[in-house]
């Protein structure tokens, strides 16, 4: 049995909602121990967020706010109290690593800022995730997913040429740009700690790494002076690529033809006159007559079975693939059964429930949630005898006196 | 004197195709040495359109000249024993390497790298992972975002779903790889142990499901596409130059609605008493239309601009639909200075591209060198430093 990749490293973590809460996720599932720092008086608000474990709301029964929290244990803490702060200062000294994603200014008044911070642990690593970062005209700004996706261009351009954008139906920087990056620069910084024995700030601006992923919008501006639109499911390079019906309600297919040779195979496996016209043979060809391609496809795609018309043009090289629901995902999908993906974890009140695993495996073992998101103050009593010092008579003491709640 | 970097000293061979190139660019801007390892004929990124000046070329493509720069190049036909000695000379070297669509992947004997040097981590990215029943699928981004599970959730209920910009299905898989590629070379340097790491591009867009998966489980609802149905006070709007975003509902508890509600009486918003109305429901039905009977008049009279500075001071979530132009000119990324020049020395030098995603106060974030020039084919192994 090898240590997990992050076994002994510590966090402290006021990250809520989405994003933050995600990051730390990571890092807990990859073996490091993360502190969930809450409160009864002012709850994460993603533990009241739907789905509820059989659809009854409580605190300790959001689904969305588990898989975001697998692997984590919970401490409540009343900051406004400085007996409050003084116990989160000393959890502090021992950590690696405090994470939040509050606006920025918010720690320093909890008293956790980080100018504070780093005179109680000179190799602290603090990092910051704020919709627009730590400096700048707008860095007060209240930001979310849905938002940060309007701000960056990213929902702008996504969507069908003549109707509204539609982006994701999500939170998408929320869930994947966000965490990884987050994910990424900390453990950069823990290896800079591991050499020099240095921490150090991260100032994580979180419409920042979504701008990364979109590099071409700018550079189509600046060098070419053009402005790129919104162009559906439609890609330079491939011709046709689109989502088409097959059999059943609701139900489609993506294919992506990217040469000559995969639009003869699309022909042989849909069959009909149409799809073997000589001037659709070549790419050149088809691009004049994309509109009419996508309606000659969507006529012979409706009467196939979504699965088996995959399977079929997988067998001939085609990218094709079914446009698969959770149902599909979580019920059926023999890939992610294969893998392992979806893993239950016993939790007290939600019963066994539904996580991801991560989309990485690594041959030395088994990675991903350890154990199901943490009752609120769960870990209260265990974490402070352990890490404080205190006596369960203090701790009892200082519950009662609205300090550890 | 130039700032200490985190990755420095770290060596990372990437085997890239179409994708694979930006967890080698996260290694690469923190101080990796990074050597993008291409066939003779170059790396299919090098091809991928838009070009500058619409011109096909080695160094003209766009995408290339972002995900390849502070890169170095080698070039090898992995079909030839001088290629593999080369490849095999390369990774005794490397802390990492990186294996994704490259055209000759099948040429890379991973395991048999892994065995000689047992300190390396390797990251292989395939569609569906590299084995199982869908182990041989071949797939874009498109049909990973379909199989994913995103794609059901995007565009309107009358028409067919329809992808997000920028092939982002592949670029989650490249940000995984990287965290996981990262983690696991934080304990090789403590330990000495290497690791094998399998990612599938499908499985970092289930990732990306919100919470589909939960909902279905938890409450056996199926997550479908919504667009054009919204809830009153949340979605796109138009105002004076262009569209904004507006998020008053919300996720969870909020005070956001109520913070709307003082703006637009603050404003003097004619008919805005309804909205700090104890019964209003945004979910009722005629909501929408009531408030857009409201907000749309006083939006249409309000910039972008103006309406995204009027929720900073009230706490409303709300964002201008930025276009491109807006970006470059956005006050708030100019004083960051989040957008940087690719440096001279390629046909983009000069071009301005994304910048720093993250800021570390001790080992900054850095351009430092343009997209290699492809290296000619070499036998003793030196690359071609830019």
């Given at each position: 049995m090898t240590d997990l990749p992050l076994s002994g490293v510590s966090i402290v973590d006021f990250c809520w909602i989405g994003a933050g809460s995600y990051t730390t996720k990571l890092l807990a599932d990859l073996g490091a121990d993360v502190i969930k720092i809450e409160s009864t008086r002012s709850l994460d608000s993603l533990r009241l967020a739907s789905p509820y474990a059989g659809g009854i709301r409580g605190v300790n029964r959001s689904g969305y706010f588990a898989d975001r929290n697998s692997s984590k244990r919970s401490i409540t803490i009343n900051m406004k109290d400085p007996r409050g702060v003084a116990i989160v200062h000393r959890l502090i000294r021992d950590c690696d690593i405090v994470a939040n994603n509050f606006r920025p200014g918010t720690m320093e008044k909890l008293g956790v800022g980080y100018e504070t911070l780093r005179h109680i642990n000179q190799g602290l690593i603090f990092i910051g995730m704020s919709m627009n970062g730590d400096d700048g005209p707008d860095r007060a700004m209240l930001g979310y997913g849905i938002t940060i996706a309007a701000l960056t261009g990213f929902l702008g351009l996504s969507g069908y040429p003549d109707r509204e954008p539609t982006g994701t139906g999500t939170n998408y920087p929320d869930h994947v740009p966000n965490p990884c990056h987050g994910a990424f620069a900390i453990m950069c910084a823990l290896r800079h700690k591991a050499r020099t024995g240095e921490g150090q700030s991260i100032d994580m601006a979180q419409t920042e790494p979504m701008l990364s992923l979109m590099p071409v919008p700018v550079m189509e501006h600046g060098a070419n002076g053009r402005t790129v639109g919104r162009t559906g499911n439609r890609l330079a390079g491939y011709a046709p690529r689109g989502v088409y019906p097959v059999r059943g309600e609701d139900r489609w297919i993506a294919i992506s033809i990217g040469s000559d040779a995969q639009w003869l195979a699309l022909g042989a496996v849909l069959g009909g006159d149409e799809m073997g016209k000589a001037e659709w043979g070549t790419q050149a060809g088809r691009l004049c007559a994309m509109d009419e391609i996508d309606r000659a496809i969507a006529a012979r795609s409706a009467d196939h079975d979504g699965y088996a018309l995959m399977q079929a043009l997988q067998d001939h090289g085609v990218p094709a693939g079914v446009v698969q629901n959770a149902a599909d995902l979580v019920d059926h999908d023999p890939q992610l059964k294969h893998r392992g993906h979806w893993r239950y974890l016993p939790h007290s009140e939600m019963g066994n429930s539904l996580y991801n695993g991560p989309p990485f495996q690594f041959a030395s073992g088994p990675i991903g949630p350890r154990f199901a998101a943490p009752l609120l103050g769960e870990h209260t009593v265990e974490i402070l005898t352990e890490?404080?010092?205190?006596a369960l008579s203090d701790i009892d003491d200082l519950t009662e006196q609205g300090v550890l709640v | 004197m130039s700032d200490p970097t985190a990755l420095e000293g770290v060596q990372v061979l990437e085997l890239s195709g179409l994708y694979g190139a930006y967890c080698g660019k996260l290694f690469a801007d923190m101080g990796a040495k990074v050597t993008l390892f291409e066939p003779l004929s170059g790396s299919p990124m090098r091809a991928k359109p838009p070009f500058v000046g619409d011109r096909p070329g080695q160094d003209n493509s766009l995408a290339f000249a972002y995900f390849a720069a502070n890169k170095h190049s080698l070039c090898a036909d992995l079909a030839t024993p001088q290629g593999q000695a080369l490849l095999l000379q390369a990774a005794a070297g490397a802390d990492l390497l990186i294996l994704s669509d490259h055209p000759d992947a099948q040429a890379v004997d991973l395991a048999a790298l892994s065995a000689a040097y047992p300190r390396l981590v390797c990251v292989r990215i395939t569609p569906y992972g590299s084995d199982g029943p869908y182990g041989g699928y071949v797939g874009d981004d498109l049909t990973l975002m379909a199989m994913g599970g995103l794609l059901t959730m995007a565009g309107f209920p009358d028409c067919a779903p329809v992808v997000a910009y920028g092939e982002q299905g592949l670029l989650a898989a490249d940000q995984f790889a990287a965290v996981a590629a990262i983690a696991a070379l934080l304990r090789a340097e403590r330990s000495g142990q290497g690791e094998m790491i399998d990612i599938s591009i499908q499985e970092a867009i289930v990732m990306a499901l919100e919470n589909a998966a939960q909902t279905y489980q938890l409450e056996g609802k199926v997550r479908k596409r919504t667009a054009g149905a919204r809830r009153a006070g949340s979605g796109i709007f138009t105002c004076k130059d262009g569209q904004i975003y507006l998020l008053a509902g919300g996720i969870g508890e909020t005070a956001m609605w109520g913070n709307f509600a003082l703006w637009m009486a603050a404003e003097q918003c004619p008919g805005a008493q309804i909205f700090a109305a104890?019964?209003?429901?945004?979910?009722?039905?005629g909501a929408d239309e009531a408030f857009q009977s409201v907000f749309l008049p006083f939006a249409m009279g309000q910039t972008k601009d103006q309406l995204y500075q009027g929720g900073k001071t009230w706490g409303v979530p709300i964002a201008p639909m930025s276009t491109p132009g807006d970006l470059l000119g956005n006050r708030q990324l100019l004083h960051r200075d989040y957008f940087v020049q690719l440096p001279a020395g390629s046909p983009l030098g000069g071009t301005r591209v994304p910048g720093a995603p993250y800021k570390l106060s001790a080992t900054p974030w850095a351009l430092r060198t343009p997209a290699p020039a492809l290296a000619p084919a070499t036998q003793d192994g030196k690359d071609a430093t830019p």
């Open positions: 890490r404080s010092g205190l | 104890a019964d209003w429901d945004d979910t009722a039905p």
